[in-house]
């Protein structure tokens, strides 16, 4: 099986994928924009061949590298970089070299857009926040009178929360829009729930062989507009409602054989035409793992490696590692630059660290 991995060493953890595809005797051929000496050992140890390239966004220039792999090692299996960032290129390249394994080039806006998403949710029968695009004042006026304050509006092609903003009343309202914009917005109502994360690896069924859930108790959105700490865990088990809407979405979108991650909101009261307390509400779809270390701490969450189930996904399309039984919480806790501590980190680190 010859895999190619769109930018193996970014993130920094992502050599454990390819590390993990090579113990299951995959072929791994890395295509970067680093310097092969600037790779990591255990990076270097996992590829059969890597492909420098002067820039990732240069198209034609990491065409030619999937070309020189297909020619000198045969038809590619798989391709795929499990970031956000590189999806859209990764369903072109799967396009152009007809690769069936994974999301092509025509359906990649599905799962960009917010807005596109909204019609995989219904299918799911997954509620979502009522939306509108945001052309003008006097239209995003009346999708208000609709909804009331407060609202949120971002970018209907966005990560996470940046450049999302809420809005409380006219006088903010304006300012928004006062403001030149060079990108579709999209305003939906404001949903006040709990964020929660339904995390899984798929098979070629859509059938779950790894579920995870992870929580964050300050949404991303406030961590961003707040300047607030990032905190948030991984549980060692999933709410039953959680599971069926994360499932029923994964159908809906046709995710399948892919690391996914989906968001949602809990609802914290009954909401019109929404919900009741404790109904999830379906946010946004990411068709790659969770970022920064999550997928680390899905491993010390659950006493397994998700890395290795996921491999196994790709060569056999089953779960071969076997479930444990011990169950933990891994949370997640940052620091600000800017702000002081009562205790140092190395005080932390003496006093509940290993």
């Known amino acids: 099986m010859n895999f190619v991995f769109i930018s193996p060493h970014f993130p920094h953890t992502y050599w454990n994928f390819c590390d993990r595809l090579k113990k299951n005797g995959v072929n791994v051929l890395g295509i970067g924009d680093a310097s092969y000496d600037s790779l990591e050992d255990c990076l270097k140890n996992s590829l059969t061949e890597y492909y420098k390239v002067d820039s990732l966004e240069n198209y034609a220039e990491v065409f ?13 299996d798989w391709l795929e970089s499990n970031n956000e960032y590189w999806l859209e290129q990764d369903a072109r390249l799967r396009s152009d070299f007809n690769i069936t394994t994974g999301i092509k080039y025509d359906r990649i806006q599905d799962f960009k857009h917010k807005s596109n998403m909204k019609k995989f949710y219904a299918e799911a029968g997954v509620p979502t926040a009522r939306c509108h695009f945001a052309t003008d004042l006097e239209d995003a006026k009346e999708f208000i009178k609709e909804v009331g304050y407060p609202i949120i509006i971002k970018p209907d092609v966005g990560v996470g929360a940046s450049d999302t903003h809420k809005i409380t009343n006219d006088d903010e309202l304006s300012a928004f829009f006062s403001q030149p914009r060079d990108v579709q917005y999209l305003m939906e109502e404001f949903i006040d729930g709990e964020l929660y994360s339904y995390d899984a690896i798929t098979s070629s069924t859509f059938e779950p062989l790894f579920e995870s859930m992870t929580s964050w108790p300050p949404s991303i959105a406030d961590i961003v507009n707040d300047e607030l700490e990032l905190v948030y865990y991984v549980a060692g088990d999933v709410y039953e409602g959680l599971k069926k809407a994360g499932r029923a979405t994964v159908r809906a979108f046709h995710a399948d054989r892919r690391f996914v991650h989906l968001e949602f909101f809990r609802l914290k009261a009954d909401k019109k035409g929404i919900g009741k307390k404790g109904d999830f509400v379906g946010l946004e779809v990411n068709m790659r793992p969770a970022g920064g270390y999550t997928p680390d701490m899905m491993n010390f969450a659950h006493s397994l490696d998700v890395y290795q189930i996921w491999a196994d996904m790709v060569t056999t399309d089953k779960r071969i590692f076997p479930k ?7 949370v997640y806790v940052s620091r600000r630059d800017k702000n002081h501590y009562a205790h140092t980190h190395e005080e932390i680190l003496n006093l509940y660290g290993s």
Do not use: D, M, P
């Open 64 to 76: 030619r590298a999937v070309a020189f792999f297909s020619f000198k090692y045969g038809k590619i």
């Open 324 to 330: 444990s039984e011990k169950e933990y919480y891994c």
